[in-house]
């Protein structure tokens, strides 16, 4: 038998990303979105509302980098979800993070965040869901396996559980992607 519990954001996996911006000052800053993924070959959406500080800096420099948040940095990232830029200019600096400037586009990489997304503004659609160019993809070595591959293991990403709101860390590996699905007949 099946509970119902009406409708409700309850998804699993659901991605912990923080998004890192520039603000006109140059000052860096990051937010914590849970709603957001990959749309296309080489995008990324976010829903993020026109109220936050980072929408308002991927609208003025038409760039942000996303990072998986990882068990690692559980506080970092849910500090910068819980806290306001528009109220706490200097959260970035508060959560311990340091910004190192994308090769890419004008966003900043968050240092202890060991992978990012690094995107140029596409649009903004009339709903409000911010489209991003995946211009590059980089990663620590320190999380990279023994082919030069991001090696889940090591990166230890981090999942929201909306309906406990909890964190939790992505496991262990249950199959091969495009391969078992072949053995049924």
């Known amino acids: 038998m099946r509970k119902n519990f009406g409708a409700k954001t309850y998804l699993y996996p659901m991605p912990v990303l923080i998004i890192a911006t520039y603000g006109e000052d ?14 296309d070959d080489n995008q990324i959406a976010l829903c993020l509302s026109a109220d936050h500080k980072t929408t308002k800096n991927i609208l003025a420099k038409k760039a942000f980098t996303v990072s998986p948040a990882d068990a690692a940095h559980v506080k970092e990232c849910d500090y910068v ?14 959560a311990g ?21 690094e995107c140029k503004l596409i649009k903004v659609t009339e709903e409000g869901l911010i489209l991003g160019e995946i211009v590059n ?28 709101n ?14 078992d699905g072949l053995q049924i007949k």
């Open 97 to 117: 993070f340091h910004a190192v400037k994308s090769e890419f586009v004008d966003a900043p990489l968050i240092e202890e965040l060991p992978m990012a997304l």
């Open 26 to 39: 140059g000052t860096p800053d990051a937010m914590n979105a849970a709603w957001g993924g990959i749309s």
């Open 137 to 164: 993809v980089s990663a620590d070595e320190s999380i990279l396996g023994e082919k030069g591959k991001i090696d889940p293991a090591k990166l230890r990403p981090i999942t929201f559980d909306a309906v406990n």
């Open 81 to 94: 979800g819980v806290v306001s830029a528009n109220k706490v200019p200097d959260k970035f600096a508060r």
């Open 166 to 179: 909890k964190y939790i860390e992505l496991g262990s590996v249950v199959g091969n992607a495009f391969k």
